[in-house]
């Protein structure tokens, strides 16, 4: 069983024992995988320093947040903290790698320094 958790979203690739004891897939087949994604009941709120946990609340039941926008902010908010540090900028945004490791060097230079923002 594979898990991804994200703030709010919790995906599991499950195989069941069926699965297992096939004969592995033949080139050009998808393997039968089931997925099941569910949501999170106790979500923490990631913008407490902004707004309070109930505001939260109602923005997310309302699906009025955005998830890259809040992944970005936490982004930010921890390169800062690093740099606080004295942390060399290049070693802050390839800290930052390890910690989301699907965005590349330059998306997090992007984000930190906010190079993409649209007027």
Do not use: C, W
Not at 17 to 40: C, I
């Amino acid at each position: 069983m594979i898990t991804i958790l994200f703030p709010t979203l919790r995906m599991e690739l499950t195989r069941t024992a069926a699965d297992r004891t096939r004969a592995p897939a033949q080139p050009g087949t998808k393997p039968d995988v089931m997925m099941q994604v569910t949501l999170e009941q106790a979500t923490v709120n990631p913008l407490q320093d902004l707004i309070s946990d109930d505001v939260f609340q109602i923005l997310e039941q309302h699906d009025l947040l955005s998830e890259k926008g809040i992944r970005d902010y936490q982004i930010r908010q921890r390169f800062r903290a690093l740099r606080s540090q004295d942390v060399p900028a290049f070693d802050a945004i390839e800290q930052l790698r390890t910690e989301y490791p699907y965005l590349q060097f330059d998306t997090i230079r992007k984000i930190v320094y906010k190079m993409n923002v649209r007027h």
